[in-house]
C-alpha cells in the first residue's frame, strides 16, 4: 500500500505495481499526481515511459499500489 497523504513532488515519476485482491494482478505504472481519494496512475503509455506524463492516467486506490525499484521493473 502507498501512503497517498505522504506523497510528495518527488514521488511524480516513481514506479508502481498495482496489485488488487491480494495480488492477482500486477500491472506496471508511474505516479502522474494524486488527491485526496487516490493516486493518479499511468498504467498503458506503449512503452513510451520516458514520455508519461503525455498520457491518461487512471484514478487507483492506494491501497492497491506498491512501490517497486527500476530493477523490478
Request: hydrophobic residues 40%; aromatic residues 16%.
Amino acid at each position: 500500500m502507498i501512503d497517498h497523504n505522504a506523497l510528495t513532488a518527488d514521488d511524480v515519476g516513481r514506479y508502481v505495481k498495482y496489485a488488487p485482491f491480494g495480488g492477482m494482478i500486477n500491472e506496471l505504472g508511474r505516479v502522474k499526481s494524486w488527491n485526496e481519494t487516490g493516486v493518479f496512475v499511468v498504467y498503458n503509455c506503449a512503452d513510451d515511459w520516458d514520455n508519461f506524463m503525455h498520457y491518461t492516467a487512471a484514478h487507483t486506490d492506494p491501497w492497491d499500489l506498491y512501490w517497486i525499484t527500476n530493477e523490478e521493473r
